[in-house]
């Protein structure tokens, strides 16, 4: 990416529109966001790892998730926060691309995760008696590694094709992280390639999953519906609903940025819609994942009776 003969150096990043008497209390609110985010995963991992009731593939899948929501707020939220505080919030080239290969990746990786997560539902409640063969440590193993890869080659395209354009006089970037969508906003080259990539190989990366999802549910509760018992239907169903949460959650907020026409293009429902799913999502799926949890309530429970225990000597 160069501006004429010239390499670009950095960008500006302009953050949320809000007065400068409003910034403490933003910067505040996102502060206390994201500390609670990196909180409540981090007690997710740790329930999971400390509890051997827990050691199976559906807390694998979570605890992977938890692992990702974290990276995928690490990766804009300091940087926003340290933008509110400065005066001349800017980024590095490098730092933008780096910005944005993390970006990329994190939430592919998520998008991959809650389609295995929905696999393991449907396994569990569709098959039960072929769950230890159809789920088995390297299976969980491959469905981890194997979006890893997908994600950062998805990722790498991204950014390469993303390197062929040129950039007018305009470095201001209507956003508080960097993105695609407002990055090819400011070229003045042909974005075409990039469009089509954005649709058929993001939309690839989204809908596959999505559809995914949304099929598995649907054996599940046709499934579900043949239960004879209410209590063994609301039981089957219970096991689904956190996990449906967090689809509705991350999915709405996703292709309302990236899927709707370009004539519908807005730049503060693009950040309202990126602040949902880079910070209100990750920040909520501890909550979404434990509440309804009994046996996560319970490793929850032993972990802090542990940790009393180590605190007393």
């Given at each position: ?16 529109a ?20 990196i ?12 509890d051997?009731?827990?050691h ?9 998730l938890?692992?990702?929501d ?24 490098a ?30 409640i ?13 299976r ?34 209507p ?20 469009d089509l ?9 989204i ?22 018992s ?14 449906l ?17 370009s004539s519908?293009?807005?730049v503060e429902?693009?950040k309202?819609a ?6 209100v999502?990750?920040m ?29 000597w």
């Amino acid at each position: 990416m160069h501006q004429g003969n010239r390499t670009i150096s950095k960008f500006f990043l302009l953050g949320l529109a809000v007065g400068s008497e409003q910034q403490k209390l933003i910067f505040i609110l996102f502060l206390c966001m994201y500390l609670v985010t990196i909180v409540g995963n981090l007690l997710i991992i740790l329930a999971i790892i400390n509890d051997a009731h827990l050691h199976s593939p559906m807390y694998f899948f979570l605890a992977n998730l938890s692992f990702t929501d974290i990276c995928f707020t690490t990766t804009t939220i300091p940087k926003m926060l340290a933008d509110i505080q400065s005066r001349s919030p800017t980024i590095s080239f490098a730092g933008c691309l780096t910005q944005m290969y993390f970006f990329i990746l994190l939430v592919d990786l998520d998008n991959f995760l809650l389609a295995a997560m929905a696999y393991d539902r449907y396994v569990a409640i569709c098959h039960p008696l072929h769950y230890a063969v159809l789920l088995s440590p390297k299976r969980c193993a491959l469905l981890v590694v194997t979006p890893w890869v997908i994600s950062n080659l998805v990722s790498i395209l991204h950014l390469s094709l993303l390197g062929l354009l040129t950039v007018c006089d305009q470095k201001k970037i209507p956003h508080f992280f960097c993105d695609l969508e407002p990055i090819l906003r400011l070229a003045c080259s042909d974005t075409q390639i990039n469009d089509l990539t954005i649709l058929v190989i993001g939309g690839a990366v989204i809908f596959i999953p999505f559809t995914f999802i949304i099929v598995s549910y649907v054996f599940i509760c046709f499934t579900v519906l043949g239960v004879p018992s209410a209590k063994g239907k609301w039981k089957a169903f219970s096991t689904c609903g956190s996990h449906l949460s967090a689809v509705a959650l991350f999915y709405g907020s996703i292709i309302g940025v990236y899927f709707l026409p370009s004539s519908a293009y807005s730049v503060e429902r693009d950040k309202v819609a990126a602040i949902m799913y880079t910070i209100v999502t990750p920040m909520m799926n501890p909550f979404i994942y434990s509440l309804r949890n009994k046996d996560m309530k319970g490793a929850l429970r032993r972990l802090f009776s542990k940790k009393k225990f180590f605190w007393r000597w």
